[in-house]
């Protein structure tokens, strides 16, 4: 049976961005996934708690995708993670339904990958700077998959994009077996 696959893009506005839109129209048509805008899902910031966990449970492999903002990911995502990942079902007691399920995040940077480094623009990779979303995952008992990264993407170019897009669109559909290789 095919893995099915969720993909939650949180950017605050999807129509003007270049680089994560170019990243989901990679995943365009593609079976057994569903790509879906955030923002543009709850624009009151309204979360459907229960949706959410719905969906959680439905498929296999969730993948979180969003722009860099300040090391970090947009507001409405953090907002997410604090609804949907409550406490008797993400975690604590009798909270086991996300065992089992693994995890991607996907970010675009405005920054190149050499700043990226110790003594480089931002000091520090983006695995350390995303330690509080991978903590938070495996605390609910998922599985951390390794990262994906657009680096450079406002001044990229398009080509560079698309390619990063092909890229993208491969990394989240294989295995975690090959991904940790
Ligand atoms: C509020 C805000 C904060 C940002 N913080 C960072 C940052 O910490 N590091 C970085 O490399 N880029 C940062 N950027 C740049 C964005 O990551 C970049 O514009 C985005 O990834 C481009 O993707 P898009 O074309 O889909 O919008 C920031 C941009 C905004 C608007």
Same mark, same amino acid.
């Given at each position: 049976?095919?893995?099915?696959?969720?993909?939650?893009?949180?950017?605050?506005?999807?129509? /003007?961005?270049?680089?994560?839109?170019?990243?989901?129209?990679?995943? @365009?048509?593609?079976?057994?996934?569903?790509?879906?805008?955030?923002? &543009?899902?709850?624009?009151?910031?309204?979360?459907?708690?229960?949706?959410?966990? $719905?969906?959680?449970?439905?498929?296999?492999?969730?993948?979180?995708? %969003?722009?860099?903002?300040?090391?970090?990911?947009?507001?409405?995502?953090?907002?997410?993670?604090?609804?949907?990942?409550?406490?008797?079902?993400? %975690?604590?007691?009798?909270?086991?339904?996300?065992?089992?399920?693994?995890?991607?995040?996907?970010? +675009?940077? *405005?920054?190149?990958? @050499?700043?990226?480094?110790? *003594?480089?623009?931002?000091? %520090? +990779?983006?695995?350390?700077?995303?330690?509080?979303? $991978? !903590?938070?995952?495996?605390?609910?008992?998922? +599985?951390?998959?390794?990262?994906?990264?657009?680096?450079?993407?406002?001044?990229?170019?398009?080509?560079?994009?698309? /390619?990063?897009?092909?890229?993208?669109?491969?990394?989240? &559909?294989?295995?975690?077996?090959?991904? !940790?290789?």
């Amino acid at each position: 049976m095919k893995m099915k696959i969720m993909v939650i893009i949180a950017h605050p506005d999807l129509k /003007q961005s270049r680089a994560n839109q170019a990243l989901a129209q990679a995943l @365009n048509g593609q079976t057994d996934t569903l790509v879906r805008d955030l923002y &543009q899902e709850y624009p009151n910031w309204t979360i459907d708690v229960q949706k959410e966990q $719905q969906l959680l449970l439905e498929y296999d492999r969730i993948v979180f995708q %969003f722009p860099f903002y300040w090391y970090s990911c947009p507001p409405l995502l953090k907002k997410w993670f604090d609804d949907v990942l409550t406490y008797g079902w993400a %975690f604590g007691p009798g909270g086991e339904h996300l065992k089992g399920k693994e995890f991607v995040v996907a970010i +675009t940077t *405005g920054g190149p990958e @050499n700043g990226y480094r110790s *003594g480089g623009d931002n000091w %520090f +990779t983006i695995s350390e700077l995303i330690r509080p979303i $991978q !903590a938070t995952l495996v605390r609910c008992n998922g +599985t951390f998959l390794p990262i994906f990264v657009t680096y450079n993407a406002s001044f990229g170019t398009d080509a560079y994009l698309s /390619q990063e897009a092909r890229r993208y669109a491969e990394h989240i &559909q294989t295995s975690l077996i090959t991904l !940790a290789r």
